[in-house]
């Protein structure tokens, strides 16, 4: 009984010490894994650094995505188009004139935006109905900005609005107010290049 009691006080030293060896094993294989990792998916090594003028070294995938982020934003496909105010009954883009822009590609033929590479872009379109009073028959405006693509070679509406300016008809006699009626269309869209992109209106005689 005796001889057993020095076998019993020192059985928490031995359970702590493979505890501790257990721990270091557990480290020694996590790093090992986590080192694997990272050199299999080139995150680190001789190829996974690049170095930026001021010094810090960045990973190379983190900094590949801070370069394409950071590219100047004028090489990118842009194009900004009004409208002819001098044409009536259509709707007609013009782009050499005050606060237009066609850049990097992009072009206006026959009143419709050529789309110079594949990629994402933000479309957006806004067009400013005017009337004086309100008909008997009840007045529907339509604004639609649509795709004709180059690799199905139709015309698809990505974006369209409706809006109605006269809830009731301007009474007979009664003076007849002028309304004005806005319409916003904006989207992100993937398309291809080659791709066109043309807006339409139902009722360009009450186009401002």
């Not at 680190?44 to 801070?66: K, M, N, R, V, Y």
């Amino acid at each position: 009984a005796e001889e057993a009691l020095p076998k019993k006080a020192g059985a928490p030293q031995d359970s702590r010490r493979c505890l501790c060896l257990s721990l270091f094993s557990f480290l020694l294989v996590a790093g090992a894994t986590t080192l694997f990792c990272l050199l299999h998916f080139r995150v680190i090594g001789p190829q996974g650094e690049e170095q930026f003028s001021d010094g810090f070294h960045l990973i190379h995938p983190l900094a590949q995505t801070l370069r394409s982020s950071s590219r100047d934003p004028s090489d990118k496909p842009v194009a900004h188009v009004v409208a002819n105010p001098q044409t009536e009954g259509q709707l007609q883009w013009l782009s050499r004139r005050a606060n237009t822009l066609l850049a990097n590609g992009v072009e206006l033929i026959d009143n419709q935006l050529m789309v110079p590479s594949d990629g994402l872009y933000l479309i957006y379109s806004q067009v400013l109905f005017k009337g004086q009073g309100c008909p008997a028959t009840q007045v529907l405006l339509t604004h639609t900005i649509s795709r004709i693509a180059v690799s199905y070679k139709t015309k698809v509406n990505l974006l369209s609005a409706i809006k109605s300016p006269c809830h009731r008809e301007t009474p007979e006699g009664a003076e007849a107010k002028p309304w004005y009626e806005p319409i916003y269309l904006g989207g992100v869209f993937q398309l291809e290049k080659g791709d066109r992109l043309s807006a339409e209106i139902n009722l360009p005689d009450y186009l401002d």
